[in-house]
């Protein structure tokens, strides 16, 4: 038994000392080497332990005392390979740490065990500063921030906010759900707009537009992004009654919300962001479907056609169908519903844009529909809202509740129910940037509970991504997660009431009492992910190692976490390896590693698209709002393989779409290795732009067929 009870952290902090720490530290090192042995890492343990002790009889041993006794006991009996790991450990955790101080400017952080990735976003974006750029505030102040304002809406309903404070603040702070990013960065600060979806109302008249534009840039300015559908204005060249001139059309128009975004995101603190939304029987859908096809305009914005399940079935079945005036609300032409959605993914092949939104299936799950349909979603195409709407968003951590190679189901039941509790207060606490916004959002009081590290909890219990058995946990799991909102939100409904709007809602046709209109949202988390250091969403990792300069002039190589303790577990781990896995991006080209281990650790570009759609229709079973997901498909993917991929998507069931076509666009977010794009290119995988543009109608089309299937002018390369 132990006389040593206390330990002096580098901060100063006394603590309670742990043989246990020490006892896997060295296991830690022995492992490095290749000899996991856990009786010798205890032995030796027991060693460092009785020399403390007799060096310290009288003092408590600092955090660095205890360091070299265990180096001097490891090399003292005969351990040099293992001394030699763990002191390289002692290296790299200090570089670690003087570049976590550096990023902190000095300040402290113990509550918090922030990876250095998430340290460098939460400095750049999110802690506050003083005017000359000095922090004034450590990620674990940020979360108290958060976590105090946020719960001061209990106080409303006679909830304790004491005890509201303390729940949320130990979820954020374990990193186990985290709100979106204009929670973290505005709440209890003056701007309080804590919300990011928005979607805004574009009327045909000019008063309407330009006051959608206005609306637009106080939100973006804010932190939140823009959704808009543009299918009411009239179409180029029609006529204005009042002038007696003739319409622009719904693109021109654009341009001045894309200008204008521009322009706040220069000044701001996070890039605005919108998507516009044309109805695929608008006049100006080729004109629409072509914007982006230069590769340069419109940067500001996705684009997603709103189809209806009218055409799909005129492509499917090869037939024409009607385009409507939507002033005069009467057909005007016809045009081939195939030769349109050829259109459509001749520019998602070639520039990822535009997307698909399903209409009509989004407006058969629409719990509002007396109160109107839903023409438009926020940025990402996650969140579809009714005009002025807006809803609160964040994500759980699953990896955070695998237990024993399965889920805590009862502990992922706790974090549901703290989640539904949070976004519901967001909308009481939440500054709006308009009456508006604040009338429609409270009304029908929509939240969005999403999810992180789907892909590391596969990881974790072994099962591939792209499997039938992958499916069958993400089901699961959105399944329960659902079930459990619908409980929380049900309580709240009982102890603060129904949502305004409840009795012109679906839910009262049904009987069921709720405090949210919507409860379930699947977001990017591009941000928040970061943070927590998992996978984004539902999304597979990109890459299961990479290289990163940090502060200048130091390489780090990141390696994700749950491949790092299997292949230190299994043995094959070593610096070399995981610099080698960086260069590739995958594992699946390396002879050292076994083929189980391939089988599980896929990343994005190793999954056929067919997967990653089935993924997202697995998912969307469940979610009452929708989903962001990215189909990525290799460089090498033919017109077809895109086309296939739409229809299986409308076939599951998806709500909408968005393809990705490796090195599509001159500059993309991420970007696979040196290594692969050389063998890519060896392989002849690289494609030529095979398009021509319609010089009468617009349209994209292959140079092959000759004719444009859209207007049948000839089109020659």
């Not at 340069?296 to 005129?314: C, H, I, P, Q, R």
């Not at 974090?415 to 409270?442: C, G, M, Q, T, W």
């Not at 990881?459 to 792209?466: K, L």
């Not at 998806?654 to 977010?669: A, E």
């Amino acid at each position: 038994m132990t006389f040593l009870t206390k330990i002096t952290k580098r901060d100063g902090r006394v603590v309670d000392f742990s043989q246990e720490k020490i006892v896997t530290a060295i296991y830690k090192a022995a492992q490095a080497v290749g000899n996991p042995n856990s009786a010798l890492a205890r032995s030796l343990a027991e060693k460092v332990v009785k020399t403390l002790e007799e060096r310290f009889p009288e003092k408590t041993p600092s955090v660095e005392e205890i360091q070299d006794i265990v180096e001097e006991t490891l090399i003292a009996n005969g351990e040099a390979k293992i001394a030699k790991a763990y002191i390289l450990y002692r290296q790299k955790r200090t570089e670690l740490r003087n570049l976590k101080k550096a990023l902190l400017q000095g300040k402290t952080d113990e509550e918090t065990d922030l990876s250095l990735n998430a340290l460098k976003v939460l400095e750049k974006r999110f802690l506050r500063k003083d005017a000359e750029g000095k922090l004034l505030e450590t990620p674990s102040q940020m979360f108290r921030r958060v976590a105090s304002n946020v719960a001061q809406a209990d106080a409303f309903y006679g909830g304790d906010v004491t005890a509201t404070e303390q729940k949320f603040y130990d979820r954020m702070r374990r990193l186990e759900f985290l709100p979106n990013a204009p929670t973290l960065m505005n709440a209890g600060t003056p701007v309080q707009q804590l919300v990011s979806s928005f979607v805004l109302p574009v009327e045909d008249s000019i008063e309407s537009i330009f006051d959608a534009l206005k609306h637009a840039a106080m939100i973006h300015k804010t932190g939140g992004g823009t959704g808009f559908s543009f299918s009411r204005l009239r179409p180029k060249h029609d006529i204005i009654v009042t002038s007696h001139g003739q319409s622009t059309g719904p693109t021109a128009f654009m341009r001045l919300f894309d200008t204008s975004t521009n322009i706040i995101k220069d000044g701001g603190v996070r890039r605005g962001a919108n998507i516009g939304v044309l109805r695929v029987d608008h006049p100006d859908i080729l004109e629409f479907i072509n914007l982006k096809a230069d590769g340069k305009s419109f940067t500001n914005f996705n684009l997603s056609v709103g189809v209806t399940d009218t055409f799909m079935e005129a492509v499917i079945n090869d037939r024409e169908y009607s385009i409507i005036n939507p002033r005069t609300k009467q057909p005007v032409t016809t045009l081939s519903a195939r030769g349109v959605f050829d259109n459509i993914i001749a520019l998602a092949w070639q520039r990822g844009d535009p997307g698909l939104l399903f209409l009509d299936r989004i407006n058969q799950h629409n719990p509002m529909i007396a109160l109107g349909e839903i023409e438009a979603t926020d940025p990402c195409g996650d969140q579809p809202l009714m005009p002025y709407e807006s809803a609160p968003l964040g994500a759980i951590n699953l990896l955070t509740c695998v237990k024993n190679n399965d889920m805590d189901w009862e502990k992922l039941r706790l974090l549901v129910h703290d989640a539904v509790h949070f976004l519901d207060n967001v909308i009481d606490v939440n500054k709006y940037p308009l009456p508006e916004i604040e009338k429609a959002s409270r009304a029908t009081r929509k939240i969005g509970v999403g999810i992180m590290g789907f892909a590391d909890v596969l990881y974790n219990v072994g099962v591939p991504y792209n499997s039938e058995e992958g499916l069958a946990w993400a089901e699961r799991i959105i399944k329960f997660i659902r079930e459990e909102a619908l409980a929380k939100s049900m309580a709240l409904a009982e102890q603060r009431g129904t949502f305004p709007a409840w009795a012109d809602s679906t839910f009262a046709q049904r009987s069921l009492p709720l405090r949210n209109a919507s409860l379930i949202t699947i977001a990017p988390t591009g941000t928040i992910s970061m943070i927590a250091d998992v996978s984004p969403s539902l999304e597979p990792n990109f890459a299961i190692s990479y290289i990163k300069n940090v502060m200048g002039d130091t390489d780090l190589v990141y390696v994700n976490k749950v491949f790092s303790k299997l292949a230190k577990k299994r043995g094959f781990y070593s610096d070399q390896l995981m610099r080698e896995i960086a260069d590739r991006g995958g594992i699946q080209h390396i002879p050292e590693i076994s083929d189980d281990v391939k089988r599980v650790f896929v990343t994005a570009q190793e999954i056929p698209p067919e997967w990653h759609i089935r993924m997202q229709a697995a998912f969307q079973k469940h979610v009452d709002n929708a989903i962001s997901k990215t189909i990525n498909f290799p460089a090498d993917a033919s017109l077809n393989d895109v086309s296939q991929g739409f229809m299986l998507a409308y076939r599951l069931g998806c709500k909408g779409l968005t393809v990705y076509r490796d090195r599509s666009l001159d500059q993309q977010v991420i970007n696979i290795t040196r290594t692969r794009r050389h063998e890519q290119k060896a392989a002849g995988q690289t494609q030529e732009n095979p398009f021509a543009r319609c010089s009468e109608c617009g349209a994209t089309m292959q140079f092959s067929q000759g004719m444009c299937q859209v207007c049948g002018t000839p089109v020659l390369p």
